[in-house]
């Protein structure tokens, strides 16, 4: 990395760069706000409004034809719970019901139990064709693809579209969907309750997809479709497979994500070999 001296100021373009990337989506005042002491007065407001409302009403008892009656107290504003696994095993249950992609889409625009979906802009549900013989699961939406509300669109869905181009696919011979629809905040890491709220979702869409192969981009979703506590790095290369919940069995090639290749560009040789793989598995059934 270039060093920055005194005489020379800050790229403020590669600054913004960063913030975007990083999530920053508002700009920040120069002083420190006290959030401690905007929560105390916001929890002690229904309490002030209270009294206030007893002095009212007592000074006006004793006044003739006064109404007695005190207002009800003001109602608390709703504070979000955190995702366990009631939330979880509510998820399972919607998924169950969807009959088909459109059905489950439904579903999880309206499901509010996972607290991702309260700071995301927009839901990401899928791109491609669903009736493709390759699905392509990653992690999560980051802020390119929660704007947009479609998968892989910033310069990680840049890089994907070349490597589909390379073994002579494209978004319109290929299904691509994430395991969390929901951006996390500022890109980080969703939780293990996050994920497992979400899961139900994936897997229902993965079996009303029927896909004839998956390709896991990431260590996250491969360790979840698989079933293994193994990096990527030995996950990725060698074929595993993901059982639907009626027992169909999808052969999945863990590979490297988009994302990680754009900061370790020698290792997409990896990847590479990954496609290769899921091509020939394409052609051994039929589907190129």
């Given at each position: 990395?270039?060093?920055?001296?005194?005489?020379?100021p800050?790229?403020?373009?590669?600054?913004?760069?960063?913030?975007?990337?990083?999530?920053?989506?508002?700009?920040?005042?120069?002083?420190?706000?006290?959030?401690?002491?905007?929560n105390?007065?916001?929890?002690?407001?229904?309490?002030?409004?209270?009294?206030?409302?007893?002095?009212?009403?007592?000074?006006?008892?004793?006044?003739?034809?006064?109404d007695?009656?005190?207002?009800?107290?003001?109602?608390?504003?709703?504070?979000?719970?955190?995702?366990?696994?009631?939330?979880?095993?509510?998820?399972?249950?919607?998924?169950?019901?969807?009959?088909?992609?459109?059905e489950?889409?439904?579903?999880?625009?309206?499901?509010?139990?996972c607290?991702?979906?309260?700071t995301?802009?927009?839901?990401?549900?899928?791109?491609g064709?669903?009736?493709?013989?390759?699905?392509?699961?990653?992690?999560?939406?980051?802020?390119?693809?929660?704007?947009?509300?479609?998968?892989?669109?910033?310069?990680?869905?840049?890089?994907?579209?070349?490597?589909?181009?390379?073994?002579?696919?494209?978004?319109?011979?290929?299904?691509?969907?994430?395991?969390?629809?929901?951006?996390?905040?500022?890109?980080?890491?969703?939780?293990?309750?996050?994920?497992?709220?979400?899961?139900?979702?994936?897997?229902?869409?993965?079996?009303?997809?029927?896909?004839?192969?998956?390709?896991?981009?990431?260590?996250?979703?491969?360790?979840?479709?698989?079933?293994?506590?193994?990096?990527?790095?030995?996950?990725?290369?060698?074929?595993?497979?993901?059982?639907?919940?009626?027992?169909?069995v999808?052969?999945?090639?863990?590979?490297?994500?988009?994302?990680?290749?754009?900061r370790?560009?020698?290792?997409?040789?990896?990847?590479?070999?990954?496609?290769?793989?899921?091509?020939?598995?394409?052609?051994?059934?039929?589907?190129?």
């Amino acid at each position: 990395m270039a060093s920055i001296s005194g005489n020379e100021p800050p790229d403020l373009r590669d600054l913004l760069a960063f913030y975007a990337a990083a999530g920053v989506d508002d700009a920040l005042v120069d002083d420190p706000i006290d959030r401690f002491a905007e929560n105390a007065q916001r929890q002690a407001a229904p309490a002030r409004q209270a009294a206030q409302t007893v002095q009212a009403g007592e000074g006006s008892a004793s006044r003739p034809g006064a109404d007695r009656s005190a207002p009800p107290p003001p109602q608390r504003p709703a504070i979000a719970t955190v995702p366990d696994e009631v939330q979880a095993a509510a998820a399972r249950e919607l998924a169950s019901k969807a009959a088909t992609l459109d059905e489950l889409k439904q579903i999880m625009a309206g499901f509010d139990g996972c607290n991702l979906k309260a700071t995301a802009k927009s839901m990401v549900f899928a791109d491609g064709n669903p009736e493709a013989d390759l699905m392509l699961v990653g992690e999560a939406p980051g802020r390119d693809e929660d704007l947009e509300g479609l998968p892989f669109v910033g310069r990680s869905g840049q890089l994907l579209d070349r490597i589909l181009a390379a073994i002579g696919l494209d978004r319109k011979s290929a299904y691509i969907a994430n395991v969390i629809p929901w951006r996390p905040p500022g890109n980080r890491t969703p939780t293990p309750h996050e994920t497992e709220i979400c899961r139900p979702f994936v897997e229902r869409q993965i079996a009303l997809a029927r896909p004839k192969v998956l390709v896991t981009l990431g260590g996250p979703s491969a360790k979840l479709l698989v079933g293994s506590q193994d990096g990527i790095l030995r996950l990725r290369g060698s074929w595993k497979s993901h059982v639907t919940a009626d027992g169909t069995v999808i052969p999945v090639m863990p590979t490297l994500h988009p994302a990680y290749l754009l900061r370790n560009p020698a290792h997409k040789k990896l990847a590479w070999r990954d496609f290769l793989e899921a091509k020939a598995k394409l052609r051994e059934l039929g589907s190129l």
